[in-house]
């Protein structure tokens, strides 16, 4: 298995753009979570699913955020409008018996 | 809610011992991990322990809990510059885990 994998691995982008961040998740994990990583603040959790519904979204940080599981091997977590104190890495997790394996990351530059 | 706590840096000799510790607030946390991660990557799980253990050795790592102190430590024997990356301590029960501020171990020749 190719493990976690998210795209893009690099987004730079202006002010007020939309972003959209993708993860695809190992066959046969039944949940997904997406963490945000920065200095200050660590890692974060956003949201999660389990069986593709999501669970808890209280990490969201405001109603820029927004994240969909349309199926089991599919996620996105969009931000709109991305702001820079959005940019940090962002990390999604496809977990098996409460293990949890961690994408490469995205790393958001917001200018 | 579940606090999860660590020194944020460790500085060791090559060969020497590394003990990183971690404490917790939430003692019906069932599992406890150890993650580390090299710069530019994701989260890897190096080991865990489940709560009614209190030690687990798997090859140069020794994970300790005590669970009266709510206190964790991973123990690398050895310690080489390959060793060198953030570790975190993360615990919880079922899939949602709660992850330490992480130790940044350097290791020196």
């Known amino acids: 298995d190719a493990g976690v994998i998210q795209s893009p691995r690099h987004e730079v982008t202006e002010m007020g753009q939309e972003v959209t961040l993708r993860c695809k998740p190992i066959s046969g994990h039944n949940s997904l979570f997406w963490y945000r990583q920065t200095m200050m603040r660590g890692l974060e959790l956003l949201i999660y699913f389990n069986n593709n519904v999501p669970i808890d979204d209280s990490g969201m940080p405001e109603d820029r955020f927004s994240a969909k599981m349309p199926n089991a091997s599919f996620s996105t977590l969009k931000i709109q409008p991305s702001e820079p104190r959005d940019s940090a890495v962002y990390f999604c997790a496809s977990v098996d018996r409460g293990e949890q394996y961690f994408g490469p990351g995205t790393r958001l530059t917001v200018t | 809610g579940e606090d999860v706590e660590q020194s944020l840096f460790l500085s060791v000799r090559e060969g020497d011992s590394s003990v990183i510790n971690c404490t917790y607030t939430d003692s019906s946390s069932t599992y406890l991990y150890w993650y580390k991660q090299e710069p530019g990557a994701g989260l890897q799980l190096l080991t865990y322990?489940?709560?009614?253990?209190d030690m687990k050795q798997d090859q140069r790592l020794t994970v300790l809990l005590n669970k009266k102190d709510k206190h964790l430590s991973l123990r690398i024997a050895d310690t080489q510059t390959g060793d060198s990356a953030i570790y975190f301590c993360?615990?919880?029960?079922?899939?949602?885990?709660?992850f330490g501020t992480g130790t940044q171990l350097k290791v020196e020749l």
């Open positions: 993360a615990v919880g029960g079922g899939n949602k885990l709660t």
């Open positions: 322990i489940f709560s009614n253990m």
